[in-house]
C-alpha cells in the first residue's frame, strides 16, 4: 500500500491524504453530534417526564386525582405497593404498569425506557415523599409514572444515516477544493518541469515561467532562473576557456609540428637545433597546461587547507623573494590576520609583484592596510599604467596586452585570471583601480572575528 502510494504524483498524493483527514475529522465531528443529540434529547425528554409527575403529585391533594396529560407526555400511572394500577390516564388506560422500576426512598426519582412489541417508552418513576404518602394514602408507598413514546431519532438508525450523508458530502467538497486548489498551486511547478525537461547542455538559454507573487512556488521559479542563469554563464565560460586553450595551444604546436617536419624533410637542418627549439616548446605546453590546472583546482576546491596568516608578514616574505634590490617598498599594519590558503595567496602576491615589477620604471609601492572592514593590499608601479577599457580583459585567460608580450613574449596569460580566481575562491576581489602614475592592482580578503590583534 504504502509503494504504491508513493508511485503516486504529489498531486495525487496530496488529494488523497486531504480526502482521508477529512473523512476522519467528519468522523469523529459525526460520532460526537450523534453523542451530543441523541444525549440532548433524552434530557429533553426526561425533563418532561419528571415534570408530568411532579405536577401530579402536587395535584393529587384535590378531590380529583385523574391526571392531566399534555400532548408531550400522556402515558400517566399511579401503582401502589402491590403492583396494581390505580389511577392512569386516558392513554394509559388499560395497559400493564410502564415499569417494575420501583425507586428507593432515598432515591425517589429515577428515569429509564421499556421496550415491548417493538415499541420503546421513555419513562420517569417519581415516589412520593414520605409526608405526602401519609396524607394521601395513610402511609402506603406508591410510585407515579410518566411516560412518553422514545422519539424515531433515539429508536432508529435515522440520525447517524443523516451524519454519515453530510459527512462524505462535507469530505467530496472539501476534497474537491483541495484538487482544485492544489492543481491551481501545482500547474507552475508542471509547467518548470516540463521547460526544465526541454533544457539540454546545447541550449541552456530558457527560462522556467515564474508565476505572480511572492509565494513559495514563485520564490522556487526565480531561484530555478537564477540557478540556470550562472549555468548558462559557467558553460560559456568553460566553452570561452576551451575556445581560448585550444587558440592558445595550436599556434606553437604548429610551429613544433612544422620544425619537426623540416629537420625530418630537410637534411640541412640542424637536428639539434629542432630538438632544442621543440624542448623550449615543450617547456612552454607544460607551464601552460600547470597553470591551467592550477585554475582548474582553484574553482573546483575554495576552502582547503585554509589557516590564520599574518597578511603583513606573508607580503614582506614575498618581497624579500624577489630581492629586487630596493625597488620594492612596502608599507604594512602589523598582526593583520587573514583565514587564506597560504600556497594561494603567495600565488597571486608572485603574479601581482612580477607583473609590477615588470612594467615598472624605478619602483613598485605595496601598502597591507585594514579598510572598510576588509584587509587590502596594493601593489603600484610607475610604468605606463592600463587603460580604462582593458582593466576587466586583462584578468581574462590567455589576454596579454601588447607591452606586456613585448616585455615577456613567453607569458602564458594566465597569472591574473589565476590571482583573481583565487581571491574570488577566498570571498575576495581583485581589480585594477585609479592610480597617479602606473598600474595599481588591489587585492581585499575578509577579515575573520578576531582579524587583528591588539598591539
Known amino acids: 500500500m504504502s509503494l504504491r502510494l508513493l508511485r503516486l504524483s504529489v498531486q495525487a498524493r496530496l488529494i488523497t491524504a486531504t480526502a482521508v483527514l477529512s473523512l476522519i475529522v467528519f468522523t469523529v465531528i459525526g460520532v460526537a453530534l450523534d453523542l451530543l443529540i441523541r444525549e440532548r434529547i433524552r434530557q429533553d425528554v426526561f425533563s418532561d417526564t419528571q415534570r408530568a409527575t411532579t405536577e401530579w403529585i402536587g395535584s393529587m391533594g384535590t378531590a380529583d386525582q385523574t391526571p392531566v396529560t399534555t400532548s408531550d407526555v400522556d402515558l400517566l400511572q399511579l401503582v401502589d405497593a402491590g403492583g396494581r394500577v390505580v389511577v392512569a390516564s386516558r392513554a394509559a388506560a388499560g395497559r400493564p404498569r410502564?415499569?417494575?422500576?420501583?425507586?428507593?426512598?432515598?432515591?425517589?426519582?429515577?428515569?429509564?425506557?421499556?421496550?415491548s412489541a417493538g415499541q420503546c417508552v421513555m419513562f420517569t418513576a417519581s415516589r412520593p415523599s414520605p409526608q405526602e404518602e401519609e396524607m394521601l394514602w395513610g402511609?402506603?408507598?406508591h410510585v407515579v409514572y410518566a411516560g412518553k413514546a422514545e422519539p424515531p431519532l433515539l429508536g432508529t438508525r435515522r440520525l447517524e444515516l443523516w451524519l454519515a450523508g453530510g459527512g462524505l458530502v462535507a469530505t467530496a467538497l472539501l476534497t474537491w477544493v483541495a484538487a482544485f486548489l492544489i492543481g491551481r498551486t501545482l500547474r507552475p511547478v508542471e509547467a518548470m518541469r516540463a521547460r526544465i525537461a526541454d533544457i539540454t547542455v546545447t541550449d541552456l538559454s530558457k527560462r522556467v515561467p515564474a508565476p505572480p507573487g511572492r509565494d513559495a512556488?514563485?520564490?522556487?521559479?526565480?531561484?530555478?532562473?537564477?540557478?540556470?542563469s550562472r549555468l548558462e554563464e559557467a558553460v560559456e565560460q568553460?566553452?570561452?576557456?576551451a575556445s581560448m586553450v585550444s587558440h592558445e595551444l595550436r599556434t606553437p604546436l604548429t610551429g613544433l609540428r612544422t620544425r619537426l617536419e623540416e629537420a625530418l624533410t630537410y637534411p640541412e637542418v640542424d637536428a639539434r637545433a629542432a630538438l632544442r627549439d621543440a624542448l623550449d616548446t615543450a617547456d612552454r605546453f607544460q607551464a601552460i597546461i600547470d597553470e591551467m590546472l592550477l585554475l582548474a583546482r582553484v574553482r573546483a576546491s575554495s576552502r582547503e587547507n585554509r589557516e590564520r596568516l599574518d597578511l603583513g608578514a606573508l607580503v614582506e616574505e614575498?618581497?624579500?623573494?624577489?630581492?629586487?634590490?630596493?625597488?620594492?617598498?612596502?608599507?604594512a599594519e602589523d598582526d593583520l590576520l587573514v583565514d587564506a590558503n597560504r600556497v594561494q595567496l603567495c600565488e597571486v602576491l608572485t603574479n601581482l609583484l612580477v607583473n609590477a615589477?615588470?612594467?615598472?620604471?624605478?619602483?613598485?609601492?605595496?601598502?597591507v592596510e585594514r579598510a572598510d572592514g576588509q584587509a587590502v593590499v596594493s601593489v603600484r608601479d610607475d610604468g605606463d599604467g592600463i587603460a580604462p577599457e582593458d582593466r576587466e580583459r586583462v584578468f581574462e585567460p590567455f589576454v596579454r596586452l601588447a607591452?606586456?608580450?613585448?616585455?615577456?613574449?613567453?607569458?602564458?596569460?594566465?597569472?591574473?585570471?589565476?590571482s583573481r580566481a583565487i581571491a574570488q575562491a577566498h570571498h575576495g576581489a581583485l581589480t585594477v583601480e585609479d592610480s597617479a602614475t602606473g598600474a595599481r592592482f588591489v587585492l581585499r580578503l575578509p577579515l575573520p572575528p578576531g582579524g587583528s590583534r591588539a598591539g
Open 98 to 115: 410502564l415499569s417494575t422500576l420501583w425507586p428507593a426512598s432515598d432515591d425517589r426519582i429515577q428515569h429509564g425506557v421499556a421496550c
Open 238 to 241: 568553460q566553452r570561452h576557456f
Open 318 to 331: 614575498e618581497v624579500a623573494n624577489r630581492r629586487a634590490g630596493g625597488a620594492i617598498r612596502v608599507r
Open 217 to 228: 512556488v514563485a520564490q522556487l521559479a526565480h531561484t530555478a532562473n537564477h540557478t540556470l
Open 357 to 367: 615589477l615588470r612594467h615598472m620604471r624605478a619602483s613598485v609601492d605595496v601598502t
Open 139 to 141: 402511609g402506603a408507598s
Open 403 to 418: 607591452e606586456g608580450r613585448d616585455r615577456d613574449p613567453s607569458g602564458s596569460g594566465l597569472g591574473l585570471a589565476i
